[in-house]
């Protein structure tokens, strides 16, 4: 499938997935240098996405951080024509539900609308969120479910024909290297982890460079790693960047 079919599947249900993207030894090296954060952030408890599901922002040390994971063209193209040229990397996080996890009410992100005034306004898209498990992620696993078509309907008129059974949620598995692109206002929820390995879903935000808000807490990039990019990579990262230590 190329990018003309992703992004008119895209533009359709509100999301696609790009099959094999990113390559499986960088994911590999994120999930063994995350893993200890992961499992140190679980054993604390602090559950905030609901039972036993767990969301805290990522470190941009490497290995947890790869460039490739920003920078990819299949994604930017799409994100590109989708919000143009003037895109920015925003939010840098990880959703993992654990064992004991349930299915969350189906429900949108960034639940604030652009105009408080219209909330069911339409508007062209000025968000976008990319994912990508550090697993594979089976139906055992808890993949993400997605009410096709719901990004483009008013809000309480999509609710009621997901609640109804009129529009039905797919579930999204997704394989090592797959990346889903989605539009955060599909409805959409967890579903239960039914397995003893937590399901790290890494999910970055591209937004049109004029949008701001602070939905999520995010890391600061360090110094080293920041000046280790080129350029244009760092036109595409709004990101807090760590002051250099002092001698």
Not at 84 to 108: K, L, N, T
Not at 212 to 233: C, F, G, H, K
């Amino acid at each position: 499938m190329g990018a003309c079919d992703h992004f008119d599947e895209l533009s359709k249900n509100g999301f696609c997935v790009l099959r094999r993207r990113l390559p499986a030894p960088l994911i590999e090296a994120c999930r063994d240098g995350f893993w200890p954060v992961l499992l140190a952030h679980v054993a604390r408890g602090e559950a905030n996405r609901g039972p036993c599901r767990y969301f805290l922002p990522m470190p941009f040390e490497r290995p947890c951080f790869a460039p490739e994971f920003f920078f990819d063209e299949g994604v930017l193209e799409i994100a590109r024509r989708e919000m143009g040229e003037r895109i920015v990397a925003d939010q840098w996080g990880c959703d993992a539900p654990v064992r004991g996890s349930e299915f969350q009410d189906v429900h949108v992100d960034y639940r604030r609308p652009l105009f408080a005034e219209l909330p069911d306004l339409p508007v062209p898209a000025y968000m976008l969120v990319a994912s990508f498990g550090l697993i594979d992620i089976t139906q055992a696993h808890g993949p993400i479910e997605i009410a096709p078509g719901t990004h483009k309907m008013a809000r309480d008129a999509a609710m009621a024909a997901v609640r109804a059974g009129e529009i039905a949620v797919e579930s999204v598995p997704l394989g090592l290297g797959d990346v889903l692109i989605r539009h955060p206002w599909a409805l959409h929820r967890g579903t239960p982890n039914r397995t003893d390995t937590p399901r790290p879903l890494l999910t970055i935000r591209y937004v049109r460079e004029w949008y701001w808000d602070n939905s999520r807490e995010v890391n600061a990039i360090p110094r080293a790693v920041w000046e280790s990019l080129t350029a244009e990579q760092r036109k595409l990262m709004r990101f807090p960047v760590a002051e250099r230590p002092r001698a």
